[in-house]
């Protein structure tokens, strides 16, 4: 018997005022015209919480481009689901903030790119720190848990001193410095954000001290950087094993980097009750388990704690989602990571998220200007 999701990733759109080049989302996004409507959110929040679901995340793309936020966040509070808003903060006014709390949002994550205007608006692709600013004010000022959310990668790992004491200045509870994962466009931008080893190691020595100084007022987390670990994340809990992706759309997958893997059809809460979806298709069975596991992970004591890592990494890197997640040291395919990460070169030219504020379809490329 398959045990229940406790966790839900709802993407409610691909649109986005911002460009980032490490934007997690697919290279084909879905456009406006495609995306749920209100009743559908409604119905999934529903069908969610009847499985088991109890936290959303509420997540893009940029959530707050839906007109209709306070009325999903009203459907998931009446199915009893804790709703948590993913932000960049462009938009979040005072009245808005004022509104998702009437509805019922629980917490919200802000992001922000990097310590200064100049320096995050670049990484940002758009003049958007001061919305930020006053995002942080707004959240602050609601009184609900804040967290502020950092992506981490060779262009800012060095200010992790004024990152953190940014989110200190900010109000921020917790701080999650979010090493880069490399799926959708940081997986395209890969080589222009790697970090160097020296930079990790000082990045982490830094976020170290501040824990000391921080105790007990903010709370920092560090996620680790598992190209140079060694050793594989245990990604999303197992694959259909604690929580699922609704995409804007309406197709379900088992994590966000699914739509790239090949040989599976991601079901649709349009034609299928979320609850079949779950427990019986194909796509959320493909790699549940331990059953369909071979080379090192079948007989490793880790493999129910790791579940074999990244089914969406090992395909990026192997071109074989089945594979062991190559970022485990015992991968016969680790040396593909290694030399990725022995050797960080110069960086590179930065391609970056289609401009998906509107219809968020075909992929206008820019050129970041650092590199
Ligand atoms: Fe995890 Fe597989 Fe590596 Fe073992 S071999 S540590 S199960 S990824
Ligand atoms: Fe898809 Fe890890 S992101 S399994």
Known sequence: MTSPPWAMLAELTHACPLHCPYCSNPLELVGRSRELSTEDWTRVMAEAAALGVVHAHLSGGEPLLRADLAAIVTAAEGAGIYTQLVTSGVGLH?????????????????SVQDATAGASDLLAGARSFAAKERAALAIRESGLPFGLNVVLHRHNLDSIDEIIALGVAWGAERVE??????????????????????????????????????????????????????????????WGAVSLTVAPDGAVLPCPGAYALPGLAFPNVRDRALRWIWENSEAFNAYRGTAWMSGPCAGCPRRDVDFGG????????????????????????????????DETGPGGEVTVGSDH???????????????
């Open 310 to 341: 990244c089914r969406c990494q090992a395909y990026a890197i192997t071109g074989r989602p089945e594979r062991t997640d190559p970022a485990c040291s015992l991968s016969p395919d680790h040396h593909l990571i290694r030399e990725l990460t």
């Open 357 to 371: 504020g509107d219809a968020g379809i075909g992929g206008k490329e820019r050129a970041a200007p650092f590199a």
């Open 177 to 238: 410095l979010a090493n880069t994962q490399f799926y959708g466009w940081a997986l395209r931008n890969r080589g222009a954000l790697l970090p160097t080893r020296d930079q990790l190691r000082r990045a982490e020595d830094r976020v170290g001290v501040w824990r000391a100084r921080l105790a007990g007022q903010v709370e920092l987390i560090w996620v680790v950087p598992d190209y140079f670990e060694g050793v594989p994340k245990p990604c999303m809990g197992g």
């Open 94 to 110: 005072r009245s808005r903030m004022d509104e998702l709390a009437g509805a019922g949002l629980r917490s919200v994550q802000l």
